[in-house]
């Protein structure tokens, strides 16, 4: 059975009678980026929380709003500049765990207003994906850096610029849109141009790494899907390393720089053919396991400490007893730990995910014999954990990896459907080239499983090979 004939019969077995529901989530939902209920003639999830709900039509609805923001403390407000009753900025960043105010030194480069509406969405809007508690948020610190030098500003408006275009909504008109895209290119140039004048200069300041992470991002958002992000690792390594003994870099940003390169590192060469994890080249055995905790509390993958070693291993190939720790290892006590109670239930599944995940990738790449029932059993229980959280909760951003792993794996048409409907509602709040292609490989990767004039081969096996350098963090 192929993917295309797959897909609309499962949709009729779950989908509710179109008399009751429409076929697409409402506009007010859309906007909130929160799962619709699509229940005619109005969404009760609207109703209930006291929004007006803009309908279903196929267009969306012009709306006009003033201020910077909707909601959220910077509702209402036309600037970053603090009110007339409230002291003047110090030298240092301005209330971190809410709304950013920037200094006026950091305003001054970009006193045009496209500009500032770029720097704007970048900290209300691109930000919140990066963390998944958003109390103390490293990417809004990055604007901080700013002064240190001005290709920082460059790449964080190509960077929002790239995140507007590709939002669902966001833009409406295509002349709009294309002069975003035209404003982003712009910027991208000035930005890479900063870039090789700081390398070249040898500068030191935690503003230069902080540029090769935003081009990470930036370049996961183009639609074309760029591969150079290899390339950016490779260098945050060079400057990791060339950093790391210097005065000061033991401070927020070194130590923040040195757990997300972990991260990207660790999961970048999970589906690459061509990248190689060098983490412990970089951090040593015995200095890795401490990088690992502290990039499990500020990462947005929600990824256990335990498990990312195992995952590390894995990558390296060391013969270590992964799957015996993978079991042992408690995801309910693990999430307990947590100091806020209120998200221990979605902290476990997002964990049962990770380890289910992890023990299906384990497998293929040690190339252990394979259990059908037993991997069957393992997807099923992992995808019924990620069913459990909810696309508006703040954990749901962490699935991306575990999905698709679990996904791949899948057999169960049913389990398959959840996936599709997972990897829908993570377009709609993550805007990257990869979750689009992630959900195209999926397809395919099922239709040669059920195909069975086509030859049996790892899903993993065959990602590698077609050069896709899928990068899913």
Known sequence: MTTTAMVPVIQQQVSPPPSEFASRPCWTCRQRRVVCDTRLPHCVKCTKSGRECLGYGEKKPVIW?????SRGKMAGRTTFATSASAPAASAGPVNLNGAMMVKRPLSEPSRNEPDLRHLEYFLHRCCSECVIYDSENPFKRFVTLIPQNEALRHVIIALSASHRRNSNGAITLSSKKHEIMMDGLVHEQKAIKGLREAIAKNDKHEAIVALVLLFIWNDALQQEGRQSWRYHLHAMRALINSRRNTPGWNSFFGSYFEETYAILSIFG????????????????????????QRAEASSWTGCPAE??????????????????LIDRFSCSQWAAKHHETSSVIMRTHLAEAYRGAISVYALRVLGRDVVRENVSFVVGRGISHLRQIPAEDTHFKGILWPAFILGAESTDLVHRAVILEIFQNLSGLLQTWAVNQATIILQELWSNADDPSINPQSWLQHVRDKGLELFLV
């Open 65 to 69: 709003v003033t201020g910077m923001a």
């Open 307 to 324: 498990l990312l070693q195992v995952l590390c291993d894995v990558n390296r190939g060391v013969e270590t007893e992964s799957l015996v």
């Open 269 to 292: 060469a999970t589906l690459s053919k061509q990248y190689k994890s060098d983490v412990c080249d970089v951090f040593g055995e015995s200095e890795l396991p401490a990088v690992l």
